[in-house]
């Protein structure tokens, strides 16, 4: 195993944790605009779909890596989107109590 | 591939914003500030890829041709869904992110195929096409049973256990032989077919009622295949969004599961050997009467009481009813009625749903109860109004062992001195089970829309 991977999986272990540690504070009502925000979020395989037709080789290579990258900006751009306007409803109409209820 | 130090940097400080944007997006205050700020660390970790690549023209023109192919797909699709089509609008991001993780593996694994040395990169790759096929698949049929483009109950066949227990062995044992032996590309599309195969039986016998909760899944789902093609390209940024949705996604549909009061296993593969289980539950009350009342009744019942629930659950939403629910809340609170909205952690197609149908129509936040916060006050409230919602009041997950739901916390609209339901017509909730509440001498129906119904009510309340 060399340090290259072994950073790797460390990167992977501590993100779990960190994983874990964000949501576990998220009320209930915001489930909903989270999970579409997280799933904006793994549309950052964008970068990997560009990475592999960058470096592609031959028609079939190139056709894989271009539909990955269009599915991929699908996922990013509509995720964050949709997410948005989800979001924008949250907004208090009424002026807020400061401190807590 | 290892980019130099100072792209190594950009790309942490994107994983920085997912992080922070991630954890902004859990207080209604700053939840849109942190969807915005994970967005700018996409643009920072895409803007960082650039300086990376030395393609050819053609190259460089067809990832132009798919990022102008997809932006606008993704953008329209996002402004044009109604709120009411929002779990199925994330069920297909979820989707085709998954397949665009799948392709990623592939396009790795057929660029330079691997033997059984380089088991580093055979594993992630085999690992992301399996998972982020299943995700896409799966997601698909989430899609359509939620978009009523195919039947919503779980779906079920004799030998189905066979079927999927030899699709899942025909992948371990494909994937064996890429890792270790690298077979090629032949054996790797008989693989991404089989695992597309396999996300959509996964996901054929779950119920429409249940797909939050596998949508959540799915989602862990991608993230997971997101952060194996980080192992891949070699590309930390991956690994940490990946693995960053792969984690909160796997709680978040654990503690989903926990809302409905059924494990997670019990929603998966609950519905597996018991064909005919739902058909004795709604058997039962045929020909029992109940009581059915007018506007001007139930609106004179609502405008004369002291404290009004309102229970809102899918029926409002598809109605398009949340404008008139709140006319008829602001109606009341006119008169001195205090109005409350109690939100079953399930109510509408998922967590939260809800909620972002309210604050669609100017519901104040702090009127939005949740189960917890409100279940003690219904035994002091005068009305309960149910509107669209029936499987979140059901008495029997508390009462009937057998039922489907039984477990399930619920609303204790029960306790309410009077209940008024606002309902279509008398089929039994999306869960397909018969509510004893409807037969309760306490309790009210006012058949029709939603809306019509509402509407109504906020004319003779103002009237009374």
Redesign the interface.
Known sequence: MNAHLVSEISILVLAVFVGFAVISRVPTILHTPLMSGSNAIHGVILVGAILITASAHGALQLAVGVVAVALATINVVGGFVVTDRMLEMFKSRRPRRPGPP | ??PPPGLTLLYLLAAVL??V???Q?????H??R???I??VG?AL??GT?VP????SGL??G??A???V???P???L???A?R?TA??Q??AS??G??G???A??G???Y??APVGGAAL?LSLPVVFSVVIGAVSFSGSGIAYAKLQELMRGTPITYAGQQAVNGAVAVAIVVLSVLLVVSGVGGAALLALLLLALLLGVAFVLPIGGADMPVV??LL?AF??L???G?????????????????????T??TK??SD?MGRSLGNILFGAFGQVVATVGATAGPEGRSVRAGGAEDIGTLLAYAQRVIIVPGYGLAVAQAQHAARELADALERRGVTVDYA?H?VAGR????M??LL??A?V???Q?K?MDVINDSFKNTDVALVVGANDVVNPAARSTPGSPIFGMPILDVDQAHAIVFLKRSMRPGFAGIDNELLYDPKTVLMFGDAKDSLTKLVAVVKAA
Do not use: C, K, Q, W
Not at chain 2, 25 to 29: D, I, T
């Open positions: 591939m290892s997912f992080i944007g991630l954890s997006l859990s207080s209604p205050r939840a849109r942190g969807n915005l994970a967005a996409m970790a895409l890829t990376l690549l030395h393609p190259t460089l067809l990832i041709l798919g990022i192919v997809g932006a797909v993704g953008a699709a996002a402004r869904v709120m929002m779990p609008m994330v991001f979820n085709v992110g397949g665009a993780a392709l990623v592939a396009a790795e057929l660029r580093a949508i959540s989602n991608t993230g295949a997101v952060a093609d980080g192992f891949v390209v070699g590309s930390p940024v991956l690994i940490v969004g990946g693995t960053l949705v792969g984690a909160s996604g709680f978040l503690m989903m809302a939100i952690p998922m967590p939260g749903h909620n972002v604050a669609e100017n104040p936040y702090e939005l949740e």
